[in-house]
């Protein structure tokens, strides 16, 4: 029986040609974070499993999903090289000679985005400790030339802070996934990359990970994700739960102590609402908690973002509550901490586009905003976050 290799951030930091390595051997490998707080004791119960169902070449990587809970998802090698050409094509990537790391290579849009694609391609891989060096970052990008960048939204406002007038013309793709699009960021990043094609890209980690894609400039909503990759089909239930059948997509999940091997005909969950147009292209209503019921009218988190990002520059997050009669709401977090006469601008925003059961019961700010491994907010964290202040709250 085969050993399974477990290999972290941090090894591959110490040693970069060791992913390679784990790639090119039979044995399955399982990719962790630098930091995880995973129990050793779980990830020996998933390891047997892997062991006993997919010994060899396969590679399996941690994610939470929505669920916080912890879950393997064990994808095919010669799926994801497959998925990593038809990214190549689709992206126009003939012309990018390197790639930029701001991500960690545990987050399956960088492992296969980026890690991948320059194994493949043969192409020029440059880790980086991302923002939490900017001085250093900002170097490499600068020096940067025909390259590639992958970025999750809610980096740009560090772009914003630490980058504020710099121009790295040598970065000529930009790839954002893994939240929610920044289409009215779009003449910053224009400024801020003059000669770079930018791209929405789409999809879940079940799916490792890319189902859909489209370029920036083919749509003016946020929501609008594009038509799905070649070999790739998406449909939406009666309730717009969002599922998909991929030829790319993981061949098995791993919660708790179970192991669930996934057919070429079972419909996944992708974990978003959406609706699907006629000329095929998906426009999201947001993931499955994003979308609730407050006093009868149906709330919609990520519509309520695009407002707030009309007036706010900053990191925003959403998260859930309830109100004195157990109703549903949202709260507002902001970071930093604004001004009086931004909240005002925020507020206005709502009295403009919203009625009342839309607006948040309360507008929170932070220094900065808790986040996950993968540079995405961390949303579970805020309602616990500490030095919270609340600029507004509604009077129920």
Same mark, same amino acid.
């Not at 110490?14 to 129990?39: C, M, S």
């Not at 880790?127 to 020096?143: K, N, V």
């Not at 094609?197 to 079940?206: S, V």
């Given at each position: ?23 090119? #051997? ?39 999903? &929505? ?61 980086? #400790? ?13 020096? @940067? ?23 790295? !013309? ?26 770079? #094609? ?111 990002? #009309? ?13 004195? &009669? ?8 902001? @970071?930093?901490?604004?001004? !009086? ?41 805020? !309602? ?13």
């Amino acid at each position: 029986m085969s050993d399974i290799h477990i290999i972290t951030e941090q090894d591959i930091a110490e040693d970069t040609n060791l992913l390679q390595r784990r790639w090119t #051997e039979p044995n399955t490998f399982v990719l962790l974070p630098a930091r995880q707080e995973i129990h050793r004791h779980w990830i020996g119960n998933a390891t047997r499993l892997i062991t006993k169902h997919c010994p060899t070449d396969s590679f399996a990587l941690l994610t939470s999903g &929505s669920t916080g809970q912890p879950r393997l998802i064990v994808g095919n090698r010669n799926r994801s090289e497959a998925l990593a050409r038809v990214l190549h094509e689709q992206q126009n990537s003939e012309p990018v000679d390197e790639t930029v790391c701001t991500l960690p290579l545990s987050y399956s849009f960088a492992f296969i985005n980026q890690w991948l694609w320059s194994h493949v391609f043969q192409r020029k891989l440059r880790l980086t #400790e991302g923002f939490s060096a900017p001085d250093r970052l900002m170097q490499i990008l600068a020096g @940067a030339s025909n390259a590639m960048l992958c970025l999750v939204g809610s980096q740009v406002p560090l772009i914003r802070r630490f980058f504020p007038e710099a121009s790295f !013309p040598g970065i000529i793709r930009v790839h954002f996934a893994g939240g929610r699009f920044p289409q009215e960021e779009l003449d910053f990043l224009k400024e801020r990359f003059p000669n770079a #094609e930018i791209y929405n890209n789409y999809g879940c980690a079940e799916a490792m990970p890319r189902l859909s894609m489209r370029r920036a400039g083919d749509a003016e909503d946020a929501s609008h994700v594009g038509c799905p990759l070649p070999g790739v089909e998406l449909r939406s239930d009666p309730s717009h739960r969002l599922l998909f059948r991929s030829p790319y997509r993981a061949i098995a999940l791993i919660d708790d102590t179970r192991l669930h091997h996934v057919d070429d005909e079972e419909w996944l969950p992708t974990g978003d609402l959406g609706i699907i147009g006629t000329d095929g292209g998906v426009r999201l209503m947001g993931r499955a908690n994003d979308v609730f019921k407050r006093h009868g009218e149906k709330i919609s988190l990520p519509q309520l973002m695009t407002t707030v990002k #009309e007036h706010w520059a900053g990191d925003a997050a959403f998260y859930t509550d309830q109100d004195a &009669s157990c109703e549903s709401g949202c709260v507002l977090v902001l @970071a930093p901490v604004p001004t !009086p006469e931004q909240v005002r601008e925020v507020l206005m925003g709502f009295r403009k586009y919203h009625t009342r059961p839309h607006w948040p019961l309360r507008v929170e700010s932070l220094e900065s905003m808790p986040l996950l491994p993968n540079g995405k907010i961390d949303l579970k964290g805020l !309602p616990g976050a500490g030095n919270t202040q609340v600029h507004w709250k509604q009077r129920i």
